[in-house]
């Protein structure tokens, strides 16, 4: 639903549509390839996959916020955000990092499947650093009025 909106809307928000186009290049990967990858290339899938399934934790409460609104929800929502799709995100960033000159595969969609977690993970910082700031103005106001 998000997504035929995004497109038939007029919408700036881009970095939502390619996340979606990025998931949905993931989902169709693995449906083509995951049967027959060779094991060189396995260890990088797996990896990525588990890291987007801790990143998954969050939409939870991404998706309760359309249903209920409250305070409780959006900080849950921005809690869950914060650790699942940055902090547990470090270890694997430098995991995939420090190991890159062993990491080895075949298949060019190994490759797709790395870059498109790769942008992921820029996505996620930049959706970090817009619910921070957020979450502070909103502080920031609530503080001022109650001083008033």
Known sequence: MELSRLLFARSDRYD????????????????????????????????????????LASNVFLNLRHLYSSRAITGAFAFFFIVGRVIQ?????LAVLENGD?????????????AGWLLLQVLNIYWAILIVRTTVRKLIRRKSAKTE
């Open 102 to 114: 062993t990491l080895h595969w075949e298949r060019t969609s190994t490759s797709l499947v790395l």
């Open 16 to 55: 939502m549509l390619l996340h979606h186009l990025v998931c949905l290049m993931l989902v169709l990967l693995v449906v083509r390839e995951w049967e027959a990858l060779p094991s060189a290339d396995l260890t990088i899938w797996h990896v990525i996959w588990a890291s987007i399934s801790r990143m």
């Open 89 to 93: 995100q470090i270890p694997v960033a």
